[in-house]
């Protein structure tokens, strides 16, 4: 159990550091195996009773569906809906006080939903932080998908300082955490089904209406 608490501080420590120092961070095995079966597991159930919806894009009132922009499926986490979910979410709240402890950002809340990218669907470049709303800081991206080979597409692409552009594998256990405002990204086309957590933490914001 100390070597577990020790390797778990010593992740969240990187994420603060890389955070700091380069706007995002990769941790490869964040999560327990089993915990990110049980959590894919979740997803696909979900998915086959219906559960999840075509995301939309926009906010508000000029929110709509466009395939063309973003083809994922999606569904919202809720505290009490399963112990997979409880778990990650519990993690999570860890990440969140180490973020506020180690760069105070004044993170209040983390929301994140399942995401299902059918074969073939794709994000276009986009970032995760609303016009009208700053209230999400920090992206964070939890994937879910076992032997994840490089020819099955769906990588993540941030668009970084200088023109660099780096690609990350949705290997199962893998979390990526970045700026919600600072790091354009896309997902793109998926060779086959791409299941992700997809989350924000959030600061209290101010409207900008």
């Known amino acids: 159990m100390r070597h577990h608490l020790s390797l778990e501080y010593s992740m969240l420590s990187n994420i603060v550091d890389e955070l700091a120092n380069h706007g995002w961070s990769r941790q490869p095995l964040f999560v327990p195996a089993a915990l990110t079966r049980a959590l894919a597991a979740e997803c696909r159930q979900r998915s086959a009773e ?17 395939e063309t922009i973003r083809g994922d499926h999606i569904q919202w986490l809720e505290p009490g809906q399963s112990e997979a979910c409880d778990r990650y979410l519990d993690i999570m709240e860890g990440l969140r006080q180490a973020l506020n402890q180690g760069l105070y950002l004044g993170l ?3 929301e ?19 016009r009208d709303d700053d209230r999400r800081a920090v992206s964070a991206v939890l994937y879910l998908n076992e032997d994840w080979q490089p ?33 354009p990204h896309e997902v793109l086309p998926a060779g086959r089904e791409r299941l992700s957590l997809t989350g924000w933490f ?7 209406f």
């Open 50 to 66: 219906g559960e999840l919806s075509p995301a939309s894009v926009g906010r508000g009132i000029g929110q709509e569906v466009r």
């Open 108 to 110: 209040e809340d983390f």
């Open 112 to 130: 994140c939903h399942f995401a299902l990218y059918p074969q073939g669907a794709f994000y276009r470049r986009h970032l995760d932080r609303f």
């Open 151 to 183: 020819e099955d597409g769906g990588q993540l692409r941030m668009f970084l300082a200088d023109g660099v552009e780096h690609d990350v594998q949705p290997e199962a256990g893998t979390l990526v955490v970045f700026l919600s405002g600072d790091i």
């Open 202 to 208: 959030r600061r209290r914001g101010n409207d900008l």
